[in-house]
């Protein structure tokens, strides 16, 4: 399994971002997604999860009410939109399959990582 995010750049405080996490060589609908960050010096931490059929969302106490998961089994990819982004939010945003759907918020519970997409939000 391939993940490919993209969608990361540079904003201002306040502003949005739409990331894209795009699947190839298994069976996304099988899969929970996840996006995960990691900002320079710290761990990485879990920011939003969806199972496998999108029904089911969660997230971080920290995004909650401004980040909004979700996923097209159609085309095999993910989304994560980012709004009334924070100088906080400043980190390199990962997205991760888990094939058992577990719905987990640990790394561990991820199987599959893409490359990351670097977001910088400017005070």
């Known amino acids: 399994v391939q993940l490919q995010a993209s969608g990361g750049g540079l904003v201002q405080a306040g502003g949005s971002l739409r990331l894209s996490c795009a699947a190839s060589g298994g069976t996304f609908r099988n899969f929970a997604m996840a996006w995960f960050r990691q900002a320079p010096g710290k761990e990485r931490e879990f920011v939003a999860g969806?199972?496998?059929?999108?029904?089911?969302?969660y997230y971080a106490d920290s995004v909650k009410g401004r980040f909004t998961i979700s996923r097209d089994n159609a085309k095999n990819t993910a989304f994560l939109q980012m709004n009334s982004l924070k100088p906080e939010d400043t980190a390199n945003y990962y997205c991760?399959?888990?094939?058992?759907?577990?719905?987990?918020?640990?790394?561990?519970?991820?199987?599959?990582w893409g490359q990351g997409t670097q977001v910088t939000v400017s005070s």
């Open positions: 991760a399959a888990d094939p058992f759907s577990r719905g987990g918020v640990r790394v561990l519970e991820y199987d599959y």
């Open positions: 969806i199972n496998w059929s999108g029904g089911s969302t």
